[in-house]
């Protein structure tokens, strides 16, 4: 095994990265900042009927949003590229024949047709078809041909490669997250290395990237894992050294049951990319555009599998790179659960930096830097998200429409009186200092036999519109007595519409 430490996020840009493809690549990243490795970003784009465009840049783009930087990349270059798999094709054909030569593969020449007849046929029995040493010698390929007629086959070029998977055996492999796994050969096809299109399949093109660029542990998705024994024999058969595996659980969908996809972002009502995603005419927010934190997001997707040996919840990235250890990876499913995630966005928002929430909050309400300070002052301790600030606090630099359900939990006879008492101390008040006026006024209130908990939603849905909002104080001080004032009158003129 090299002891250089050298892992690999292998996207296929067929549509936007997924929120598993990022936890995928969030895990690789965390391993190897921790082992002190290099983390290569290859695209693996040999199904060129599948390509999506724009997804590669959608690709990149969300990696860079999240911080996930890799050391080798198609953009950045590096020793072992190209690091896209459609420019290494001519690396790809010398192996294939290096198989052939050694009889661990062989051409293939059965249409589309013969074979779906042949799976028919099983279905009628009651069996399943599979391509393998049970049938090989039975059908349509250079295993069954004299050399005359495989040259005048493979002079047409409408010809697969398939590997020749070993006859009655056991493959054995292991998984750092699951063990020991064991699989048989009779339950292998013989899969196609080389398509008709003169280009590999993942399997051949996998791994010999993998062993060409070094790479020293395989952490990819537990979808791959019915691929692990294929990948192992075809090392084998190579002679190539086998990397470290590990497949990572599933993310499954809120209820539990399944795995989490791409759809279930509409269905449950919350993103599935990292950044946004333009599909036709339809524009899919990720969570950048909801106003979710990278850093939050990462937190989040850190324990979609990984379990601390701790009840710390909130990590910054540093903490992350830290504490994370492969060894204490689960190997059954994570249910996202997009409460938590809201509350862990919540965390990670109380702790950027004063300056740079107002500088959200700045470019977000488009007030100036002093006020910005302030808002950020007072709305931070409630501020879930870092998107729609604006239509959440319009109330802050504008004033507020009165929400009629909040109106009329507070309307009742004597809402009218409790206004105008409230109004009156205002103005007589302009002077006063914030900080004393609180105490004036309770004052006021219960000389006026009226208690706070009567009053305090009253100046509240003036001043904000609704039941809800920062400190009230803090409020009357940022809009001055003057604004409060106002805003308590145009209450006033609503209740005697009433």
């Known amino acids: 095994m090299n002891k250089k430490i050298r892992l690999r996020f292998a996207p296929s840009p067929t549509g936007p990265l997924h929120i598993g493809g990022l936890r995928t690549a969030l895990f690789n990243y965390l391993i190897v900042k921790k082992m002190k490795g290099s983390l290569i970003l290859r695209i693996e784009d040999t ?40 420019e290494r094709k001519k690396i790809y054909s010398k192996y294939i024949e290096i198989l052939i030569k050694k009889g661990a593969a062989y051409y293939a020449f059965d249409t589309k047709e013969e074979l779906d007849s042949h799976r028919k046929n099983h279905e009628l029995k009651g069996k399943t078809f599979i391509y393998n040493s049970h049938n090989r010698n039975k059908l349509n390929n250079s295993l069954n041909l004299s050399k005359e007629e495989l040259k005048k086959k493979l002079d047409e070029k409408s010809y697969v490669v398939r590997f020749k998977t070993k006859e009655n055996s056991t493959v054995k492999c292991q998984d750092l997250i699951r063990g020991k796994v064991s699989v048989s050969t009779k339950e292998i096809d013989d899969k196609i290395l080389f398509k008709s299109d003169g280009m590999p399949t993942y399997h051949l093109a996998n791994v010999v990237d993998d062993h060409l660029m070094k790479i020293s542990h395989v952490i990819r998705g537990e979808e791959w894992l019915p691929s692990l024994a294929l990948h192992v024999l075809l090392y084998e058969a190579l002679d190539f050294e086998k990397p470290h595996f590990a497949h990572l659980p599933l993310i499954l969908k809120p209820t539990g049951k399944g795995k989490l996809s791409k759809r279930d972002g509409v269905t449950f ?29 990462n937190n989040y997707m850190a324990f979609l599998g990984w379990n601390n040996a701790d009840e710390k919840e909130v990590y910054t990235i540093k903490e992350l790179i830290n504490d994370f250890s492969i060894n204490d990876i689960n190997s059954s499913g994570a249910k996202f659960d997009p409460e938590k995630l809201l509350w862990l966005n919540f965390q990670h928002i109380q702790l950027i930096d004063e300056q740079d929430l107002s500088k959200i909050i700045s470019k977000e309400m488009g007030t100036k830097t002093e006020d910005s300070l302030k808002i950020s002052r007072m709305i931070k301790p409630r501020l879930e998200k870092i998107t729609n600030i604006k239509k959440a606090f319009s109330y802050l630099i504008e004033k507020p429409t009165i929400d009629q359900k909040s109106l009329s939990k507070i309307s009742n006879e004597k809402t009218e009186n409790i206004l105008v008492i409230i109004s009156n101390f205002f103005m007589e008040n302009k002077q006063t200092e914030i900080s004393k006026l609180k105490s004036k006024m309770f004052s006021k209130l219960s000389d006026s036999g009226i208690k706070p908990g009567k009053a305090m939603p009253i100046i509240r849905v003036a001043l904000v519109g609704k039941l809800e909002g920062p400190d009230l104080f803090d409020l009357i001080k940022f809009l001055g007595i003057n604004e409060t004032t106002k805003r308590l009158s145009l209450l006033q003129d609503i209740l005697t519409k009433i």
């Open 269 to 297: 009502g919350f993103p599935i990319y990292p950044i946004s995603w333009k599909d036709n005419n339809t524009i899919y927010k990720g969570f950048n555009e909801e106003g979710y934190l990278p850093e939050a997001i």
């Open 47 to 86: 199904d060129q009927t599948r390509l999506v465009k724009g997804s590669e840049k959608h690709i990149e783009d969300s990696l860079k949003w999240a911080g996930i930087k890799c050391d080798e990349s198609p953009k950045k270059g590096g020793a072992y590229g190209p690091y896209k798999q459609s």
